[in-house]
């Protein structure tokens, strides 16, 4: 075959020097399908795949459909509007995606938060984690032909989205962590109602079990599909509880602590085995640790009174209305130093553990109103080339498995 | 009066009843409260309501019959790059096909309402419902579309995989009253002596390749959105997607009726009489009833089961289910031999 010949009959398509209208030899015998972006299985990305018979040969994951401009965008705020901007990135994550730039920011202040703000910004990006994890959970649950799974992870997630509307005043995103501080303190009574909801996650983690993770048939699906070794995890720079499920211990909360994870006692789980069925026991003894991490933090915070959230620097700025609206009723509303903000010269760099892994976050300032350049690197971007590696030689069935085992989440890889 | 007699007549023609009545329009009847039972069920599991807003005080039970009507005045797309002429006829065929097996099977004792002789109704009616299976490939490929070509090969698979089994479960019946009439092989089973009793294996070979071969929910894998979209019928939109829908839902209701008879025991307990109430009405309803609760059973393990792959679910069919047909089969054999059968 000598490539497509337009109708008009001058013009083969191979002639055409457009970017995206090459054409590409295929083997013979190859079957070329591609998936998405308006597929039900794919996500917001396009995966092409080759496939003889029903085993895949080849796979290119096509990402950059959700691309939003995040990093030149922020370019064009004030620093505090940054943090709505990028947790646009993964909304049900918003906390654990925005926390590095705010840290990163207080780094180029020179400022630290209060402890009790340090507390309340690792109370929602636990909630956060779990929210986020329950998400994934069933999107994957209705990628493998599981109903109930799809049903059940997105009804339980309601409990941890109601307690961060409870906390925050928002469902998803949240502008929690600002700059020195957070914006809320805990509502009154707000400790006993995260116990319970503890108490009721452990039990539903127990039917997850026996409903779908011991599930023979998922169990069938899951083992042995998707196998990422250990050494090809540490190649290819995968992260995140995808990286744990293939037995490497890394997580930044653990290896490079922040905020007050270094106070906490919890565990990180590992796993050797690596396959897909690895990766969701990882997810669900994630949930375990973070709820671990939640049952100390309400203690601190039932042991500890109330104090300002918000460094000094700022709060001392805020108006007298402002601070009785924090006596009475534990908000700290933004202080106007905020729009005005000019963060002195320099470069800042930090990371953070969200649900889908390491988000890093370089910052330089110019001294002005506004951020010279913000660089993101966020975990599902570094987590999309295993698709590449992993697909070819299983079947075409698998593949929405390994999709949803990965927990791909697109507008946070395309920023 | 004589126009009223003649429309009786013709109603109460064994093949004409048969065909329309009993395999169009009571499975028809049928789906609306299985597929009611089976949504609200499956959502009682998953902790929600199910169908509910379209009639609240009878917790949406006639939700079907507003989807249906969705359906039916939906625009029919037909796209450009199809074969039209095989894209409009296979699901229609696909249809038909799939009920023409029910004038093949008896639903009484009485041979007046026979549509046709029964020696042989066991192998014509098996060999009948086998042809629609052809025309949903053929839909698949007539699509010109890469998940519909893929959709149709899987349907092909797992129908040559499971249909052989569904064969050979019910033949073991055969083996049993060492006959191929459907009406011996139901009156074998009087005086409670069901063959789902006496011959568990094969029932249970049969109840699970029905459920496979007609792509029940938890092993929907030739129609499996997240990979093929929705399979050979990818392209299909409005009364012909519909009709494709109906064709396997019609499916499963004929190999209920099987079922009925060659296990449940056919229209026992009750004894057909004469006339036409007595000696057809109420055994087919009765059979209905049957075939009906089967149904029912079928759609429960959709809340817990997830899809196999296709490669796992033609191991299970080759490695597990054959064996048991055949020992099915074999134990058949063998109660015959020993004259435990009457």
Redesign the interface.
């Known amino acids: 075959m000598s490539g497509f010949v337009s109708t008009r009959g001058q013009v083969g398509f191979n002639d055409l020097k457009i970017p995206g209208a090459w054409s590409r030899k295929i083997g013979k015998d190859l079957y070329e399908v591609f998936i998405g972006p308006q597929h039900p299985g794919s996500g917001h990305m396009r995966i092409i795949i080759r496939i003889d018979g029903d085993v895949i040969v080849e796979a290119d994951p096509d990402m950059g459909y959700v691309h939003r401009t995040m990093e030149k965008l922020g370019e064009g705020r004030e620093w505090i509007k940054g943090i709505p901007l990028y947790e646009r990135m993964a909304i049900h994550d918003a906390c654990n995606v925005t926390l590095p730039y705010v840290r990163a920011v207080e780094q180029l202040l020179g400022i630290e938060a209060p402890l009790r703000a340090k507390y309340l910004r690792v109370l929602l990006c636990e909630i956060n984690r779990i929210a986020a994890y329950l998400y994934g959970f069933g999107i994957f649950g209705v990628f493998v032909g599981h109903s109930t799974m799809y049903m059940w992870p997105f009804g339980d997630r309601e409990v941890w989205i109601e307690l961060a509307d409870w906390l925050t005043g928002a469902r998803l995103t949240h502008s929690y962590p600002v700059f020195g501080g957070v914006r809320r303190d805990v509502p009154a009574d707000f400790t006993n109602q995260l116990r319970k909801a503890i108490r009721y996650m452990r039990k539903r983690l127990e039917e997850y079990r026996k409903i779908y993770v011991d599930n023979p048939v998922i169990r069938a699906r899951l083992e042995d599909v998707g196998v990422i070794p250990k050494n090809l995890a540490i190649e290819l720079g995968i992260t995140g509880p995808n990286l744990r499920a293939s037995g490497v211990l890394y997580d930044v909360r653990y290896n490079d602590p922040y905020e007050v994870y270094d106070e906490l006692d919890f565990e990180i789980p590992v796993f050797q085995e690596g396959d897909a069925l690895a990766r969701v026991w990882q997810r669900v003894e994630e949930i375990k640790q973070s709820l671990r991490i939640l049952e100390q933090v309400a203690d601190w915070l039932d042991k500890h009174p109330r104090e300002p959230i918000l460094h000094d620097r700022f709060w001392k700025t805020a108006p007298p209305l402002h601070k009785k609206i924090f006596e009475t009723e534990g908000r700290a509303k933004l202080v106007p130093l905020y729009a005005l903000l000019k963060v002195p010269k320099g470069k800042a760099y930090a990371k953070a553990e969200t649900a889908r892994g390491e988000i890093t976050y370089y910052v330089e300032s110019d001294g002005g109103q506004k951020p010279y350049r913000v660089r993101i690197v966020s975990a599902s971007a570094r987590n999309a080339i295993v698709f590449k590696y992993i697909l070819p030689g299983h079947r075409v069935m698998d593949l929405p498995t390994i999709y949803g085992s990965i927990d791909y989440f697109p507008p946070e890889a395309d920023r | 009066m004589d126009v009223i007699d003649v429309i009786v007549k013709i109603i109460t023609w064994p093949p004409l009843w048969q065909l329309v009545v009993l395999g169009l329009v009571a499975p028809l009847g049928v789906v609306v409260g299985i597929l009611w039972f089976e949504r609200k069920t499956?959502a009682r599991?998953?902790?929600?309501f199910g169908p509910l807003h379209v009639s609240p005080r009878i917790g949406g039970a006639i939700q079907l019959i507003a989807d249906l009507m969705r359906y039916a005045f939906q625009e029919i797309i037909i796209p450009k790059t199809v074969d039209k002429g095989v894209f409009l006829i296979a699901p229609l065929t696909a249809l038909v096909l799939s009920i023409v097996p029910v004038v093949a099977v008896p639903f009484t004792s009485v041979s007046h309402y026979w549509p046709i002789p029964m020696e042989y109704s066991v192998l014509i009616s098996l060999a009948l419902s086998t042809i629609s299976a052809i025309f949903i490939v053929l839909a698949g490929w007539a699509s010109n579309n890469?998940?519909s070509i893929?959709g149709g090969m899987r349907e092909a698979y797992m129908i040559t995989a499971y249909e052989l089994m569904i064969i050979l479960a019910i033949l073991s019946v055969s083996a049993m009253t060492t006959s191929y009439n459907f009406v011996d092989v139901v009156l074998a089973q009087t005086g409670g002596k069901w063959f789902i009793i006496l011959n568990p294996l094969a029932f249970l070979a049969a109840f699970i390749s029905v459920l496979m071969a007609t792509s029940g929910?938890?092993f929907?894998?030739p129609e499996?959105?997240?990979?093929v979209?929705a399979g050979p019928f990818t392209e299909y939109s409005g009364l012909l997607y519909g009709v494709n829908m109906g064709a396997a839902y019609i499916k499963r209701f004929v190999y209920s009726i099987f079922i009925t008879l060659a296990f449940l025991g056919g229209w026992l307990p009750y004894q057909p009489g004469d006339g036409f109430i007595s000696g057809y009405l109420i055994p087919s309803l009765v059979i209905i009833v049957k075939a009906t609760i089967l149904m029912a059973v079928f759609s429960f393990l959709?809340?817990?089961?997830?899809?196999?792959?296709?490669?796992?679910a033609l191991d299970f069919a080759w490695k597990l289910l054959f064996p048991l047909a055949l020992m099915g089969f074999g134990l058949g054999l063998l109660e015959a031999y020993i004259g435990l059968i009457g």
């Open positions: 499956a599991v998953q902790r929600r890469k998940f893929i929910f938890p929907e894998i499996s959105e997240n990979e979209v959709r809340a817990v089961y997830g899809r196999y792959r296709l490669d796992q």
